[in-house]
């Protein structure tokens, strides 16, 4: 597997952005080096600008143990006024497909292999009471332009389609964390396995 691409742009938090080019009728953007961290959205909550996600069972934000794994527990209404805060948006469902893709079609972020411990954080692992792991933690499991933990860890929202999210979480089988799965929510609240990350315009 080819390294990832240095960083190309950092925002507010420090967050940092991959270069996805253009391709398949998509402009080139930028996508979140990894999911937005429970550190990250404390910083838009204390500057007024987002809510505090929801607090029932199985959500970690307030603890502090947490602070570098994906916020969980938020809407698609928040994601978005998170994104919006942090100079970016969430990712249209094609968009999110590219940075998982690339130009090859692969089944999964890293290329065709099965998933296993070295690649990502879902179902296999057996020990689902672990739920989340701090973002970045499966490097090898990189897509191709070196996003991190698109498969796995937690499902993302995407900005378009009936309440979409992607990419698998701790708890879905194998099947979830392929590049072309996908998952309509109800919408109607946030889950424990739903997390988003940021795109902002490219190049």
Sequence with gaps: MPEPEAAVFTDRVGAEYMAVPAGDGVAAFRIGRTE????????????????VPETFDGCNYSNAAYAEHPVACVTREQAREYAAWAGGRLPTDTEWTRACQGDDGRMYPWGE????????????????GDGTTAVGSYPAGASPYGALDMAGNVWEWVGDGNFVVRGGAFSP???????????ENDGVGANLSVGFRVVSPGP
């Design 36 to 51: 937005v961290t429970n550190a990250q959205y404390a910083q838009c909550v204390a500057a007024g600008a987002c809510t």
């Design 173 to 183: 089988n194998a099947d979830s964390v392929m590049c072309g799965a996908r998952f």
């Design 113 to 128: 292999a099965a998933p296993d411990e070295r690649l990502a954080n879902f179902a296999f692992r057996q020990d689902l």
